[in-house]
């Protein structure tokens, strides 16, 4: 086993979202155009995206070097040509290494980090993108602050167990926060095991 191997990570939760995202992102995206991807974590979605999404130009990032390590192997393993080297990027820090995308996917980072990494991920969006440029969340949300599901609510005290400053956000307060930057909110999509995928487009 070399060395890419051994870093490339595996989650599981990544192997079974990972088609119904690109679905949605194949309806959503705009092509072509440069794709940034925050938290990209292993790096499976990365591969997983750029291979369906061969028109756009994907940019993994992630903020923890480990990662960054597993998203390299995935990337080396694949040989994708649009598939960029990953970069180190933590949203809570300026200036971003990109100055500009058509679109910025997160997927799973919004519950599982601090408040102040919500607000870094929408002010950077709000300067990235122009008009029309899409922002795509993917996670677990409450709706009217209740939960959509028990799994959901053990999954929010697990979370706040680990870290007081982590949990399960509502989602009306994040499209409130979003909105403030000039972030409209464009539609929610019920995903499988009680997740939602949240659009928003930049206004002019």
């Known amino acids: 086993m ?39 974590g292993t790096g499976q979605h990365a591969v997983h995206f750029a291979q369906g999404l061969p028109n756009v130009q994907w940019q993994p990032s992630d903020p923890d070097e480990a990662s ?14 649009n598939l960029l080297p990953v970069i180190e990027l933590d949203v809570r820090r300026t200036p971003w290494p990109v100055a500009s995308a058509a679109a910025i ?7 599982i980090s601090p408040i102040a990494s919500t607000h870094g991920l929408l002010d950077g969006a709000a300067r ?31 979370l706040r167990s680990q870290n007081p400053e982590w949990g399960v956000r509502d989602l009306e307060r994040v ?18 095991a009680n997740n939602l995928c949240v659009v928003f487009r930049r206004t002019p």
């Open 2 to 40: 070399t060395m890419g191997e051994r870093a490339a990570r595996i989650a599981p939760a990544a192997e079974r979202n990972k088609d119904p995202i690109l679905e949605m992102l194949k309806r959503v995206l705009p092509a072509p155009g440069l794709v940034l991807e925050i938290a990209s």
């Open 68 to 81: 960054r390590e597993s998203i390299a192997a995935w990337r080396e393993k694949a040989g994708l040509p």
């Open 105 to 111: 996917v997160c997927i799973n980072m919004i519950h």
């Open 128 to 158: 990235l993108l122009s008009a029309g440029g899409v922002l795509v969340l993917y996670g677990p949300y409450k709706r009217g602050g209740v939960h959509t599901a028990p799994s959901n609510e053990s999954f929010d005290m697990q």
């Open 175 to 192: 499209i409130e926060l979003a909105a403030e930057r000039g972030l409209a909110f464009d539609e929610v999509v019920e995903m499988p």
